[in-house]
């Protein structure tokens, strides 16, 4: 029991230290946990523990991401993919292991060695990929669908994989019999002693279970559960049904993850989609940042010391090798700008199944050991390196593809009107209209030239062009301009709009969006005029509305949030007064005292705005 939480103990503080560091520093969760695993396996050496281990229980965590990705997706947008899934990811599999395996026998390597390498290093890794497009938020992008569909592909080519990989151990047909037997006795299960006639039918009839359950069953058992209130059993039930899912794949020689996709897909339109997804998200990712920890850990670090130069150029080289064909097969299937690069970029190392690969391989006298080790090294090394591979992207190769994509040239303005409204989202919407129905119609700028094409169909004149320039400024009359409304939702660009036009045009009234409260003090520090938060005015009218079903009249409700409004407008005003940009507001003693007695005297404020009820109130129902 002691060794379970040391071993508990060392796994969780390292995540919990080295994730908040990687976040910091911009490089992404799994990079963090990957890192950390590195730097905690002197220590699991110490007390004893085997990476390996609690590898195999954190590999649950893919087959439980597996399951929220298919919950995602509904059947209907599954076939919309099946172009993407079998003929990009089929390609990929195959392109990849035939042009590996070609290098390693132009290299003098044995080809049923070349073909099981090539087979290996076909693979990309779903958890770090799927992880990291899920935390960027590309997963639903062209780019990421395209990825997802080949992630897919290469998940159900394992299957294929696994049993092909016992024949290349032969040097004849005569012993494809016994190698056969022997790669069962590696990967053994309950139905390896019946005919392959009856495996195949055992399969089909565990794929069935899994869809007439999926289809039928689920839903009646969740009802069930959801009307006796207990939270608690939900999630037991929900677990149950992963982890049966699991067992079932499992016992027929099936991809556990694959079985909890499509049981994903198959409730992906029931009414228990939302709930089994809160419930089953903190499980996914805490078992995810085990596995990427245990990867870290499991690195020969010895063999990485004495063939360094081997094993790092074989990584650059594969990363390399793969980038080339995705970016062929993207420039194939014509996907375009970021979501080409994306697709290039997301997919260009191994992956975790890799691991599997080179264990059974291992097993079945495929792969000797110290070929299986330096491959192992090279595919947690490229696994490692996706998080850094993915973060070139962002930074680098993403903002240069938007700078090279033909956007259009920046409109001339042959007008000019008192007031300029910059950013025509919704906010800035709602001000140009209630201008327009008063007589005055402003100059709009906005950078966005899809949402201008929009806007133009409706008949609102938007002139496209970025505002901080100082010519499109000067161009839309700023100089001599008595109002410049910012609605822009960029915090840093309104910040810095702010101060560029008091600084040159100090005459200009500014009035800006303020996407928070300190938000508000930034853009009063940069010179504006008046900064309005965006969900003030709508969640004051909800708490407005929130008195009024809880009994108070309309007119006693508006009195009490004209109240607040007049209470927070002198706290935003006091507050600003001790606010420091230099210092966080958590750590700002004046500010913090400040704030405090503030939120003192609101009772009492509000009781003497307010006053007390009409007699005629109190026979209301």
Known sequence: ??????????????????????????????????????????????????????????????????????????????????????????????????????LCMLAQIEWR???????????????????????????????????????????????????????????????????????????????????????????????????????????????????????????????????????????????????????????????????????????????????????????????LFSEAGLVFGLTLGLIALKGLILLALAVLFRLKGRARWLFTFALAQSGEFGFVLLAFGTGVHVLPDPVADIAALVVALSMMATPLIMTLFERVVSPRVARRAAEPMEDEIDEEAPVIIAGMGRFGQIVHRLLVMDGIRPIVLDNSAEHIDGLRKFGIQVYYGNVLRPGLLEAAGIARAKLLIVCTDNRERAVELVHHVKQRHPHVHVIARAASREHVYQLRAAGADSAIREMFGSSLEAGTQSLQVLGQTRQRAEKKAAAFARHDEESLQQLFEVWDSEIDVFDNEAYIERARSRVMSLAEIMAEDVGEPDPSESDRD
């Open 113 to 303: 060695l070349s073909i099981a390498l090539g087979l290996i290093f076909a693979l990309s890794s779903t958890a770090i990929v799927l992880q990291t497009l899920g935390e960027k938020g590309w997963l639903r992008t062209e780019g990421g669908q395209s990825a997802f569909s080949v992630l897919l592909f290469q998940d159900m080519a394992v299957i294929p994989m696994l049993a092909i990989l016992p024949f290349l151990a032969m040097p004849g047909a005569e012993s494809v019999a016994g190698a056969v037997a022997d790669g069962h006795g590696a990967g053994d299960t309950p139905l390896s002693h019946l005919p392959a006639w009856a495996q195949g039918l055992a399969t089909l009839a565990a794929v069935a279970v899994v869809i007439v359950g999926g289809r039928y069953l689920t839903r009646p058992a969740f009802r069930i559960i959801a009307r006796t209130g207990l939270h608690e059993l939900f999630l037991a039930a929900a677990l149950l049904l992963i982890i049966g899912i699991a067992v079932l794949m499992s016992l027929v020689g099936l991809s556990p993850a694959l079985g909890t996709f499509l049981a994903g897909v198959l409730l992906a339109e029931s009414e228990y989609r939302h709930e089994l997804v809160s419930d089953l998200e903190p499980f996914k990712g805490l078992l995810l940042g085990v596995f990427f920890v245990t990867v870290g850990a499991n690195m020969e670090f010895a063999l």
């Open 1 to 102: 029991m002691n060794d379970l939480l040391i071993q508990a103990a060392i796994y969780l503080g390292a995540g919990v230290i080295s994730v908040p560091i990687a976040h910091r520093l911009g490089l992404g969760s799994v990079l963090g946990y990957l890192l950390a695993g590195v730097a905690i396996a002197p220590l699991l050496d110490w007390v004893g523990s085997n990476p390996e281990n609690v590898q195999h229980f954190a590999e649950f965590g893919v087959v439980m991401m597996l399951f929220l990705v298919g919950l995602e997706l509904q059947p209907r947008l599954l076939w919309d993919l099946r172009l993407r899934l079998f003929g990009l990811g089929g390609l990929q599999v195959v392109a990849t292991a035939v042009i590996v395996a070609l």
